[in-house]
């Protein structure tokens, strides 16, 4: 959630770091700040409040050196003011340092540095880490070895970069745990560091991922990485692909809305190069699948978070389906602390487009320790999520800024299916025409996309039914009660309206109390083999007085004379229609958000990545 990013070099590092800090937006802060090291001072400048505030207080007290950090915070400990906005110093003043994470034993170390005399200016948990930092200097003289027995004190995941104005040459960075990623930048004669690749790849395109319980140690023309003990450990440097300009807003609003119209792009890229649609044939290269391991799987786990779970839940669909192996998805943040019963030939998949959420992670490690396979789903290339599992698919959506997920929930459904087929070819277990046509079902899906992007306007049209609504209720059966599930959490992250999200099939056990005129149904009934059901149920709701707007195929009469709306999508076949059926739902949260006047990308209280638990 933090944002880092940190240069050394002989640029002015000042605007370098505060556009890094700008293209860090996207995951979601509370208060901003900066640190120049200039003529043998540290100089801080932070506040609560946007980036663009922080930009104010530089122009109205300029920062100019050639080594520094910058952060955008994320309040854990501590109101987001000004005191509580890193950079912090330590009480010296010599050392200052950003830091993403929690100090997990923040109470104990506060009050032993307390007790030896330190007076803390801030209520947050990291000014902690600097203070120790600065007590082992007084030892150690070496802000390296300062910072490793700093480090060896702190439980919990973290990233953080650190200098000092007695070695003004070098930046320290450090990630423990699986929280908190770092990566270094590698420039000529300069080198960046960041918590996330965007901030850094308008300067570089030569990336060093730092490794858990990992040190770098960064001038302009060297970087070393040593593990807390100080042994020197070998680094393998990545060329990175990602366009920054893929990363900025271009013809549309909010890049919410620019992701849901990237993703006939996102299909096709999906597609590309995976499908050979003459042999009928899925190839996954990086997942590295072979028949024998193929043949010998015998469950699978999904684990997820949000958005990416409910594509886990259609994955589970899908997987059990096509290639009959069953499958089961947890919440990863359950899945950790529930003592799953992993057994031999056993493969977890892991679905992230971060690839940082920390309870996903701690899922794969979970099912890591008790045997399982990993296999991984991801957006971001280079991720943690990534590099755990023994085998990875990626997402080829690009950067997903906005924070509510779009074109990274549709992906993944796209994944889920190939990996399906995949399953079943090695598996023997597919009959050879029917492969052909899942294959060849593929093939019309960027267009079908297509389809129900060029209909927005007819969703906006309808964004004006909800000025007045607080609550909502999505139902959807089989396959598509995840897209409920989905276009609930759509609505209820960016436009704040209470919407839940139900098995319709289920509404008779309870729910169905909740009906009368005040409370819309968004009813998910595209014809596959659960249309007459939801036939059904909608004609119970509309008996009670209820709103109905319906997801439906077009020409599809029967659901149109039920509903008072409906939001026509193009027949897809139905083990791909979850992708073409959510497309109106992300739009119409969209729109009620924007006619609410909410700042769609950036959400109150979410933030992009969750790397805390
Ligand atoms: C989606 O709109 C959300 N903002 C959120 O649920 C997200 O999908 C979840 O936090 C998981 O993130 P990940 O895919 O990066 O792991």
Sequence with gaps: MCGIVGYVGPRDATPIILQGLQRLEYRGYDSAGIAIYSQGEIEIRRDAGKISHLFDLVSAAPLHGHLGIGHTRWATHGEPNARNAHPHLSSSGRVVLVHNGIVENYHTLHDELEAEGVHFQSETDTEVIVQLIERYLSSSNSLVTAVQKA????????????????????????????AGGVVIGLGDGENFVASDLPAILEYTRRAVFLDPQKIAII??????????????????????????????????QHFMQKEIHEQVRSMTDTIAGRVNFSFGKISLPEIQLTPEFAQTIHKIFIVACGTA??????????????????????????????????????????????????????????ARK??????????????????????????????????????????????????????????????????????????????????????????QEIAHLFTDVSNCLYLGRGINMPTAYEGALKLKEIS??????????????????????????????PKDLWNEKMVSQIEQAKARGAKIISIANDGDERIKS?????????????????????????????????????DIDQPRNLAKSVTVE
């Design 151 to 178: 480090l060896s004190e702190i439980q919990g995941a973290h990233g953080i970069v650190v200098f000092s104005r007695d070695e003004p040459d070098k930046l320290i960075a450090a990630r423990i745990g699986n």
């Design 370 to 459: 008790k045997g399982s396979t990993l296999w991984s789903i991801v957006n971001a290339i280079g991720s943690q999520a990534m590099r755990l599992a023994d085998g990875f698919i990626s997402m080829q959506c690009g950067p997903e800024i906005g924070v509510a997920s779009t074109k990274a929930y549709t992906a993944p459904l796209v994944d889920l299916y190939l990996l399906a087929i995949l399953l079943a070819d090695l598996r023997n277990t597919l009959p050879t025409q029917m492969r052909y046509q899942l294959v060849n079902d593929l093939r019309r899906l960027p267009n079908l996309v297509g389809i129900c992007l060029d209909r927005e306007t007819e969703v």
């Design 309 to 366: 779970y409910h594509a886990g839940l259609v994955g589970k669909i899908l997987i059990e389906r096509i290639a009959h192996i069953p499958v089961e998805v947890d919440i990863a943040s359950e899945f950790r602390y529930r003592d799953p019963i992993i057994e031999p030939n056993t493969v977890t998949i892991a679905i992230s487009q971060s690839g940082e959420t920390a309870d996903t992670l701690a899922a794969m490690e979970e």
């Design 219 to 252: 001038t302009p023309a060297s970087l070393q990485i040593q593990t807390l003990n100080g042994e020197i450990v070998n680094w393998k440097e990545q060329h990175v692909t990602w366009d920054p300009i893929a990363a900025e807003k271009g013809e549309y």
């Design 562 to 598: 039920l509903s008072d709306r409906v939001l026509w999508i193009p027949q897809t076949p139905w083990l791909l229609s979850p992708v073409t059926t959510i497309i109106p739902l992300q739009f119409l949260a969209y729109h009620i958000a924007h006619q609410r006047g909410l």
């Design 496 to 525: 704040y309206i209470h919407a839940e999200a139900y098995p319709a099939g289920e509404m008779k056990h309870g729910p169905i109390a909740l009906i009368d005129k005040n409370l819309p149904i968004i009813a998910i009934a």
